[in-house]
């Protein structure tokens, strides 16, 4: 019998197999032959692991249930089908560094697991860019990390929730100072229309100051290659051996990479100013629509009961209808950092409605003193 305790070496085969899903969810959508044999040879060492666990439990008389792939690796695997494989490749990669050590303190584990684990981490660091491979294959890893949808996900929750929040507590502010239901429901979606526009707005800023700036420095490394593809090649040179490989295999790299002045100017803005050329930092105005609808989507939940109620009721209501909100938020949360669903989502709600409570108490303070 395994000296690790049944649960969690429970815990383990449905953490591996998991694992191993994903990773060939992720072979099934790679164009790249050599990247879908990684995730393959991912999986088979997941699909290992978990197998070790499985004999020490039955060799201690212990039932194994059927594995039933668990809800946060179902939506990665929806999400790696509807997008594509760098949609969830950061998620993952965070999560594997994350548990790099978790068989650290497991003396049952089976010979080399954990340094398949590290090799693990290894490989993914290296698929979402931070270490070095050879040539164009390393800058279309490296440019996909850059315009990888975890970010986009990471920004999609964050930006519903600033609405749920900021909105929430104004709503709730107004209904403490005991405004009519008709002006609370003027005054929230006001808040709905500034903080989503002013969302919009910042984000269609941001990203157009940073295609102007990229478009500037890609403009000037093109004007230094031409003028000096000498010197340019020694730079590519010097980059590939930082990144591990000899000197004469990087020189080699570097001079087949400026037979092309659009593949050096491509490897160069990857791998010298780390900008993906074809995405330039994305589109401004997809950026902005994105901002103000996620903004938007969160804002109008405090605001949703006013419209049919008023009083207490549609106060109760509100906040009723911005925990389950806040709650959902903090479960799509866990799909970034694989926390319990409950723990994020409860924490998320007491934190909203936190907030909420304050402005209410201040508000409440102000209806009576202007009364």
Do not use: C
């Not at 629509?289 to 989507?297: E, I, K, P, Y």
């Not at 924490?347 to 909203?352: A, E, F, K």
């Amino acid at each position: 019998m395994s000296g690790t305790p049944p649960k969690q070496a429970l815990a383990f085969i449905q953490d591996e197999l998991d694992s191993a899903a994903l990773y060939d969810a992720l072979a099934g959508k790679e164009r790249d032959p050599r990247l879908a044999e990684v995730y393959r040879r991912l999986a088979a060492t997941e699909r290992r692991h978990g197998q070790h666990w499985i004999d020490s439990l039955k060799a201690g008389g212990v039932a194994v249930p059927p594995h039933r792939l668990g809800w946060r690796s179902r939506v990665l695997q929806w999400m790696v089908g509807r997008f594509g494989a760098p949609t969830v490749v950061s998620i993952i990669a965070n999560q594997e560094i994350a548990d790099a050590q978790r068989y650290a303190g497991t003396p049952d584990r089976a010979p080399g697991m954990d340094a398949d684990e590290r090799g693990h981490a290894r490989a993914l660091r290296l698929i979402v860019g931070d270490r070095g491979a050879e040539g164009p294959f390393l800058a279309k890893l490296e440019g996909r990390h850059r315009a990888t949808a975890g970010n986009a996900l990471r920004a999609a929750v964050l930006g519903a929730n600033d609405g749920l929040v900021s909105n929430l507590s104004l709503v709730m502010g107004v209904a403490g100072a005991s405004l009519a239901g008709r002006e609370i429901v003027i005054t929230g979606l006001a808040g709905l229309l500034a903080g989503a526009g002013s969302m919009a707005l910042g984000e269609w800023l941001s990203v157009t100051s940073s295609r102007e700036l990229y478009e500037k420095q890609i403009g000037v490394e093109q004007k230094e290659i031409e003028a000096n593809p000498a010197e340019e090649a020694e730079e590519l040179a010097l980059i590939y051996e930082a990144k591990g490989l000899p000197a004469a295999q990087a020189k080699d790299v570097a001079a087949r990479l400026m037979q092309s002045e659009a593949s050096a100017l491509d490897t160069l803005a990857r791998e010298e100013l780390g900008i993906d050329p074809n995405e330039l930092g994305g589109s401004a105005l997809q950026a902005a629509v994105t901002s103000f609808v996620l903004f938007a989507v969160g804002a109008i939940l405090p605001v949703f009961a006013f419209f049919f109620l008023s009083g207490d009721r549609a106060i109760v209501t509100s906040l009723i209808v911005s925990g389950i909100g806040l709650f959902a938020i903090g479960a799509a949360i866990t799909i970034l950092t694989g926390r319990s669903v409950w723990f994020s989502g409860s924490r998320q709600v007491l934190v909203g409605l936190g907030a909420a409570g304050l402005t209410f108490a201040i508000g409440r303070l102000i209806g009576v003193s202007l009364s």
